[in-house]
Protein backbone atom coordinates (compact mmCIF):
# COMPACT_ATOMS: atom_id res chain seq x y z
CA UNK A 1 0.00 0.00 0.00
CA UNK A 2 1.13 3.35 -1.00
CA UNK A 3 1.94 5.84 2.02
CA UNK A 4 2.02 9.55 2.20
CA UNK A 5 5.13 10.62 3.91
CA UNK A 6 4.82 13.98 5.11
CA UNK A 7 7.08 16.32 7.12
CA UNK A 8 7.45 15.51 10.52
CA UNK A 9 7.01 19.10 11.73
CA UNK A 10 3.52 19.09 9.68
CA UNK A 11 2.84 15.39 11.01
CA UNK A 12 2.74 16.57 14.74
CA UNK A 13 0.54 19.77 14.27
CA UNK A 14 -2.06 17.59 12.69
CA UNK A 15 -4.99 16.83 14.90
CA UNK A 16 -5.83 13.55 13.38
CA UNK A 17 -2.32 12.46 13.99
CA UNK A 18 -1.89 13.75 17.25
CA UNK A 19 -5.21 11.46 17.84
CA UNK A 20 -3.58 8.39 16.25
CA UNK A 21 -0.60 8.85 18.27
CA UNK A 22 -2.44 8.79 21.34
CA UNK A 23 -4.75 6.26 20.39
CA UNK A 24 -1.38 4.18 19.86
CA UNK A 25 0.57 5.12 23.06
CA UNK A 26 -2.57 3.26 24.86
CA UNK A 27 -3.11 0.38 23.00
CA UNK A 28 -1.00 -3.12 23.88
CA UNK A 29 -2.76 -4.28 20.26
CA UNK A 30 0.12 -5.02 17.42
CA UNK A 31 -2.24 -5.46 14.60
CA UNK A 32 -4.26 -2.45 15.58
CA UNK A 33 -1.26 -0.59 15.88
CA UNK A 34 -0.59 -1.63 12.41
CA UNK A 35 -3.76 -0.36 11.26
CA UNK A 36 -3.36 2.76 12.97
CA UNK A 37 0.43 3.42 11.37
CA UNK A 38 -1.30 2.61 7.82
CA UNK A 39 -4.33 5.28 8.78
CA UNK A 40 -1.20 7.91 10.09
CA UNK A 41 0.54 7.79 6.84
CA UNK A 42 4.17 8.10 7.91
CA UNK A 43 6.96 5.72 7.80
CA UNK A 44 7.33 2.52 10.12
CA UNK A 45 10.40 3.93 11.82
CA UNK A 46 8.85 7.36 12.73
CA UNK A 47 5.28 6.38 13.42
CA UNK A 48 7.20 3.87 16.20
CA UNK A 49 9.38 6.95 17.56
CA UNK A 50 6.69 8.81 18.03
CA UNK A 51 4.91 6.73 20.39
CA UNK A 52 8.29 6.40 22.13
CA UNK A 53 8.72 10.34 22.78
CA UNK A 54 5.23 11.00 23.67
CA UNK A 55 5.21 8.27 26.33
CA UNK A 56 8.50 10.04 27.72
CA UNK A 57 7.62 13.73 27.24
CA UNK A 58 3.79 13.61 26.92
CA UNK A 59 1.86 16.25 25.55
CA UNK A 60 4.63 18.55 24.93
CA UNK A 61 5.51 16.13 22.19
CA UNK A 62 2.92 18.27 19.62
CA UNK A 63 4.63 21.44 20.93
CA UNK A 64 7.04 22.33 18.44
CA UNK A 65 10.35 23.49 20.05
CA UNK A 66 10.69 26.89 18.21
CA UNK A 67 7.07 28.19 19.31
CA UNK A 68 7.91 30.93 21.62
CA UNK A 69 11.67 32.20 20.16
CA UNK A 70 11.43 35.04 17.60
CA UNK A 71 12.46 34.87 14.83
CA UNK A 72 16.20 35.46 13.87
CA UNK A 73 15.59 38.08 11.28
CA UNK A 74 12.75 39.59 12.18
CA UNK A 75 11.90 43.00 11.23
CA UNK A 76 10.77 45.47 13.74
CA UNK A 77 7.98 48.39 13.22
CA UNK A 78 10.87 50.99 14.22
CA UNK A 79 12.59 49.86 11.38
CA UNK A 80 9.64 50.11 9.41
CA UNK A 81 8.76 53.71 10.34
CA UNK A 82 12.71 54.86 10.24
CA UNK A 83 12.81 53.56 6.74
CA UNK A 84 9.63 55.26 5.71
CA UNK A 85 11.22 58.31 7.24
CA UNK A 86 14.66 58.15 5.69
CA UNK A 87 12.69 58.41 2.40
CA UNK A 88 9.89 60.40 2.90
CA UNK A 89 13.01 63.38 4.25
CA UNK A 90 15.69 62.33 2.07
CA UNK A 91 14.88 60.05 -1.55
CA UNK A 92 11.38 61.38 -2.37
CA UNK A 93 12.39 62.13 -5.80
CA UNK A 94 13.73 58.37 -6.30
CA UNK A 95 11.92 55.12 -6.98
CA UNK A 96 12.01 52.11 -4.62
CA UNK A 97 14.25 50.03 -6.59
CA UNK A 98 17.00 53.04 -6.52
CA UNK A 99 15.87 53.78 -3.22
CA UNK A 100 16.68 50.72 -2.33
CA UNK A 101 20.72 50.86 -3.89
CA UNK A 102 21.00 54.17 -2.29
CA UNK A 103 19.96 52.87 1.19
CA UNK A 104 21.74 50.00 1.26
CA UNK A 105 24.90 52.16 0.07
CA UNK A 106 24.08 54.71 2.62
CA UNK A 107 27.01 54.14 5.96
CA UNK A 108 24.80 56.43 8.04
CA UNK A 109 22.50 53.17 8.64
CA UNK A 110 22.62 49.88 9.03
CA UNK A 111 20.51 48.36 6.19
CA UNK A 112 22.34 46.27 3.90
CA UNK A 113 20.15 43.42 4.29
CA UNK A 114 16.98 44.89 3.12
CA UNK A 115 15.41 43.27 -0.12
CA UNK A 116 13.46 45.33 -3.10
CA UNK A 117 9.85 43.20 -1.34
CA UNK A 118 10.88 44.81 2.08
CA UNK A 119 11.19 48.07 0.83
CA UNK A 120 8.15 48.06 -1.33
CA UNK A 121 5.54 46.81 0.96
CA UNK A 122 6.63 49.30 3.71
CA UNK A 123 6.74 52.59 1.23
CA UNK A 124 3.24 51.64 -0.46
CA UNK A 125 1.64 50.41 2.89
CA UNK A 126 2.99 54.52 4.03
CA UNK A 127 1.14 55.28 1.30
CA UNK A 128 3.86 55.74 -1.17
CA UNK A 129 3.91 55.80 -4.79
CA UNK A 130 7.09 55.20 -6.89
CA UNK A 131 8.06 57.43 -9.13
CA UNK A 132 8.25 54.47 -12.00
CA UNK A 133 5.06 53.51 -10.87
CA UNK A 134 2.47 52.56 -13.71
CA UNK A 135 -0.85 54.19 -14.65
CA UNK A 136 -2.58 51.10 -13.31
CA UNK A 137 -1.07 51.28 -9.92
CA UNK A 138 -1.51 55.40 -9.77
CA UNK A 139 -5.15 55.45 -10.30
CA UNK A 140 -5.43 52.63 -7.63
CA UNK A 141 -3.97 54.95 -5.62
CA UNK A 142 -6.19 57.78 -6.77
CA UNK A 143 -9.26 56.05 -6.66
CA UNK A 144 -8.16 54.69 -3.09
CA UNK A 145 -7.65 58.19 -1.54
CA UNK A 146 -11.06 59.14 -3.09
CA UNK A 147 -12.88 56.94 -1.40
CA UNK A 148 -11.28 57.74 1.95
CA UNK A 149 -12.38 61.28 1.75
CA UNK A 150 -16.01 60.81 0.25
CA UNK A 151 -18.86 60.07 2.44
CA UNK A 152 -19.59 56.48 3.83
CA UNK A 153 -23.24 56.81 2.37
CA UNK A 154 -21.71 57.74 -1.60
CA UNK A 155 -19.69 54.70 -1.86
CA UNK A 156 -20.02 52.30 -4.57
CA UNK A 157 -18.99 49.38 -4.55
CA UNK A 158 -16.91 48.50 -7.75
CA UNK A 159 -14.90 45.06 -8.58
CA UNK A 160 -11.03 45.03 -8.24
CA UNK A 161 -10.92 44.37 -12.52
CA UNK A 162 -13.02 47.29 -13.96
CA UNK A 163 -11.05 49.75 -11.10
CA UNK A 164 -8.08 47.99 -13.13
CA UNK A 165 -8.85 48.57 -16.47
CA UNK A 166 -7.20 50.77 -18.74
CA UNK A 167 -6.05 50.98 -22.23
CA UNK A 168 -2.59 50.34 -23.04
CA UNK A 169 -0.76 50.18 -26.25
CA UNK A 170 0.38 46.68 -27.88
CA UNK A 171 4.09 46.17 -27.90
CA UNK A 172 6.00 46.92 -30.82
CA UNK A 173 8.49 43.75 -31.56
CA UNK A 174 12.34 45.09 -31.04
CA UNK A 175 14.42 44.72 -34.34
CA UNK A 176 16.77 42.21 -34.26
CA UNK A 177 20.16 44.24 -34.71
CA UNK A 178 21.77 45.80 -32.83
CA UNK A 179 22.82 49.56 -34.02
CA UNK A 180 20.47 49.38 -36.86
CA UNK A 181 17.67 51.32 -35.41
CA UNK A 182 18.10 54.39 -32.63
CA UNK A 183 15.25 56.75 -31.16
CA UNK A 184 16.31 60.18 -30.22
CA UNK A 185 14.32 63.03 -28.38
CA UNK A 186 14.51 65.40 -25.86
CA UNK A 187 12.37 65.92 -22.60
CA UNK A 188 12.26 68.55 -20.06
CA UNK A 189 13.49 67.90 -16.02
CA UNK A 190 13.34 70.70 -13.47
CA UNK A 191 16.82 71.23 -11.57
CA UNK A 192 15.43 73.61 -9.23
CA UNK A 193 12.52 75.97 -8.95
CA UNK A 194 14.34 78.81 -11.14
CA UNK A 195 15.52 76.14 -13.79
CA UNK A 196 14.45 73.43 -15.92
CA UNK A 197 16.80 71.88 -18.47
CA UNK A 198 16.06 70.04 -21.73
CA UNK A 199 17.66 66.48 -21.80
CA UNK A 200 18.47 65.25 -25.11
CA UNK A 201 19.00 61.84 -25.83
CA UNK A 202 19.99 58.31 -27.91
CA UNK A 203 19.24 54.84 -27.06
CA UNK A 204 19.32 51.83 -29.20
CA UNK A 205 16.07 49.65 -30.07
CA UNK A 206 17.45 46.43 -30.25
CA UNK A 207 19.00 46.36 -27.15
CA UNK A 208 17.77 49.19 -25.25
CA UNK A 209 20.43 50.70 -24.28
CA UNK A 210 21.41 54.55 -23.01
CA UNK A 211 23.88 55.56 -26.43
CA UNK A 212 24.54 59.55 -25.05
CA UNK A 213 22.48 62.32 -22.78
CA UNK A 214 23.03 65.85 -22.51
CA UNK A 215 21.82 68.80 -21.48
CA UNK A 216 20.89 72.01 -22.89
CA UNK A 217 18.73 75.25 -21.67
CA UNK A 218 16.53 74.52 -24.46
CA UNK A 219 15.82 71.40 -26.69
CA UNK A 220 18.04 72.49 -29.28
CA UNK A 221 19.98 71.38 -32.59
CA UNK A 222 23.52 71.83 -30.64
CA UNK A 223 22.01 69.85 -27.68
CA UNK A 224 21.06 66.80 -30.29
CA UNK A 225 24.87 66.89 -31.94
CA UNK A 226 26.43 67.26 -27.99
CA UNK A 227 24.15 64.11 -27.24
CA UNK A 228 25.44 61.80 -30.41
CA UNK A 229 29.57 62.44 -29.69
CA UNK A 230 29.28 59.85 -27.04
CA UNK A 231 27.29 57.58 -29.21
CA UNK A 232 29.59 58.05 -32.63
CA UNK A 233 32.78 58.01 -30.13
CA UNK A 234 32.03 54.22 -27.95
CA UNK A 235 30.18 52.59 -30.88
CA UNK A 236 29.80 54.08 -34.29
CA UNK A 237 27.38 54.96 -36.85
CA UNK A 238 23.88 53.53 -36.83
CA UNK A 239 21.52 52.86 -39.79
CA UNK A 240 18.26 54.66 -38.72
CA UNK A 241 17.04 57.18 -36.70
CA UNK A 242 13.58 57.54 -35.55
CA UNK A 243 12.69 61.41 -34.63
CA UNK A 244 9.74 63.14 -33.95
CA UNK A 245 9.34 65.81 -36.93
CA UNK A 246 11.40 68.70 -35.18
CA UNK A 247 13.01 71.29 -37.85
CA UNK A 248 16.19 69.76 -36.46
CA UNK A 249 15.61 66.42 -38.69
CA UNK A 250 13.24 66.72 -40.96
CA UNK A 251 12.02 69.41 -43.62
CA UNK A 252 9.11 69.47 -46.34
CA UNK A 253 11.94 70.24 -48.78
CA UNK A 254 12.65 67.43 -50.95
CA UNK A 255 16.63 67.29 -51.56
CA UNK A 256 18.00 65.67 -54.14
CA UNK A 257 21.52 65.84 -52.63
CA UNK A 258 22.87 66.33 -49.18
CA UNK A 259 24.49 69.27 -50.51
CA UNK A 260 20.55 70.62 -51.32
CA UNK A 261 19.94 70.02 -47.50
CA UNK A 262 18.75 73.45 -45.58
CA UNK A 263 18.75 70.92 -42.43
CA UNK A 264 22.42 70.48 -40.21
CA UNK A 265 21.68 67.39 -38.72
CA UNK A 266 20.02 66.16 -42.25
CA UNK A 267 23.05 67.10 -43.90
CA UNK A 268 25.21 65.45 -41.11
CA UNK A 269 23.40 62.06 -40.56
CA UNK A 270 22.95 61.68 -44.60
CA UNK A 271 27.02 62.27 -45.01
CA UNK A 272 27.25 59.45 -42.17
CA UNK A 273 24.98 57.11 -43.77
CA UNK A 274 22.26 57.54 -41.08
CA UNK A 275 18.60 57.39 -42.75
CA UNK A 276 16.14 59.60 -40.58
CA UNK A 277 12.47 58.71 -40.21
CA UNK A 278 10.42 60.96 -38.36
CA UNK A 279 6.54 60.83 -37.17
CA UNK A 280 4.46 62.52 -35.12
CA UNK A 281 3.41 59.45 -33.01
CA UNK A 282 5.16 58.63 -29.58
CA UNK A 283 4.66 55.31 -30.53
CA UNK A 284 7.02 55.92 -33.38
CA UNK A 285 9.64 55.94 -30.47
CA UNK A 286 8.58 54.01 -28.06
CA UNK A 287 12.03 53.12 -26.20
CA UNK A 288 13.03 56.39 -25.72
CA UNK A 289 9.48 57.46 -24.42
CA UNK A 290 9.63 55.19 -21.92
CA UNK A 291 13.34 56.02 -20.49
CA UNK A 292 12.33 59.48 -20.38
CA UNK A 293 9.97 58.39 -17.27
CA UNK A 294 12.26 55.90 -16.00
CA UNK A 295 15.43 58.83 -15.75
CA UNK A 296 13.05 60.84 -14.28
CA UNK A 297 12.52 58.42 -11.06
CA UNK A 298 16.32 58.75 -10.54
CA UNK A 299 18.04 61.64 -11.84
CA UNK A 300 17.28 64.04 -9.17
CA UNK A 301 18.25 61.77 -6.92
CA UNK A 302 21.65 60.65 -8.47
CA UNK A 303 22.24 64.51 -9.10
CA UNK A 304 21.87 64.81 -5.49
CA UNK A 305 24.26 62.26 -4.80
CA UNK A 306 26.60 64.26 -6.95
CA UNK A 307 26.37 67.71 -5.65
CA UNK A 308 25.45 68.92 -9.27
CA UNK A 309 24.88 73.02 -9.03
CA UNK A 310 24.66 73.97 -12.47
CA UNK A 311 24.32 73.05 -16.40
CA UNK A 312 27.66 72.28 -16.64
CA UNK A 313 28.34 69.86 -13.64
CA UNK A 314 25.16 67.97 -15.09
CA UNK A 315 26.63 67.41 -18.23
CA UNK A 316 30.23 66.51 -16.47
CA UNK A 317 28.55 63.23 -14.39
CA UNK A 318 25.88 62.42 -17.32
CA UNK A 319 28.05 59.76 -18.56
CA UNK A 320 28.74 58.25 -15.22
CA UNK A 321 24.80 58.67 -15.12
CA UNK A 322 24.52 56.66 -18.44
CA UNK A 323 26.56 53.86 -16.88
CA UNK A 324 25.15 53.74 -13.86
CA UNK A 325 21.47 53.43 -16.18
CA UNK A 326 22.97 50.74 -18.31
CA UNK A 327 24.02 48.59 -15.42
CA UNK A 328 21.60 48.83 -12.48
CA UNK A 329 18.10 50.62 -13.86
CA UNK A 330 17.46 49.60 -17.55
CA UNK A 331 17.04 46.32 -18.57
CA UNK A 332 19.07 45.37 -21.59
CA UNK A 333 17.81 42.68 -24.26
CA UNK A 334 20.36 40.96 -25.54
CA UNK A 335 18.73 37.96 -27.96
CA UNK A 336 19.63 40.52 -31.05
CA UNK A 337 21.22 38.33 -33.93
CA UNK A 338 23.96 41.16 -35.32
CA UNK A 339 25.71 44.07 -33.84
CA UNK A 340 24.87 46.81 -37.01
CA UNK A 341 27.51 49.57 -35.30
CA UNK A 342 30.08 50.93 -37.48
CA UNK A 343 33.17 52.73 -36.43
CA UNK A 344 33.81 55.59 -38.09
CA UNK A 345 36.76 54.65 -39.82
CA UNK A 346 34.97 51.69 -41.14
CA UNK A 347 32.98 54.93 -43.21
Known amino acids: MKRNYRGKRQMK ?3 HIQDIIREAALSRDKAAKRELLIKSGGSRSWFYDAIKKYKEIGEAFF ?3 NKNNKHAQKRTHMQALEISRIFRDEYLNCNFRDFMRYLKADKRYDYQWVSYSYIYNILRSKNHCSKLAHKKTI ?6 EELKNRPQSLLVPSSATERAKENIHIARPRTQRRGHVVEADATFWRFSDEEIWALHGYID ?7 GLYFDHQETTEGYFNALKPVLKNYGTFEVLRTDKRRTFWSEKKESSPEDSRIQFAFVAKNLGIDIQSSISPQFKPRIERLWKTIKGTITTFMEQNKVTNINEANLVLPKFVEYLNNHVVTLQKDFTTNSFKNLREI
Open 13 to 15: TNK
Open 63 to 65: IHK
Open 139 to 144: KLLAKE
Open 205 to 211: EASGEVL
